[in-house]
């Protein structure tokens, strides 16, 4: 092993992962929501947060737009 490297000699390369870095974030969220993601969790094998977080790529890749009505 070297003493030193020079890393002008290196090949740097951008980190092709850096895009799919996620965000640690607080949110709150009605029970029964959790416990939906939970279930559905239960029967496919994917840990409800990350089943949370390909919900909401989801809506951000088809570009879902909010629609709510109070009744």
Not at 47 to 52: F, H, K, V
Request: net charge positive; with cysteine.
């Amino acid at each position: 092993m070297r003493d030193e490297y020079n890393i002008d000699e290196l090949n740097p390369r951008k980190n092709p992962y850096a895009k799919m870095l996620k965000k640690q974030v607080t949110i709150n969220l009605d029970a029964d929501t959790v416990d939906y993601f939970k279930a559905q969790s239960t029967a496919s094998g994917i840990p409800y947060q990350s089943l949370i977080n390909l919900y909401l790529r989801d809506c951000v890749s088809n570009n879902r737009q909010l629609h709510m009505t109070w009744q």
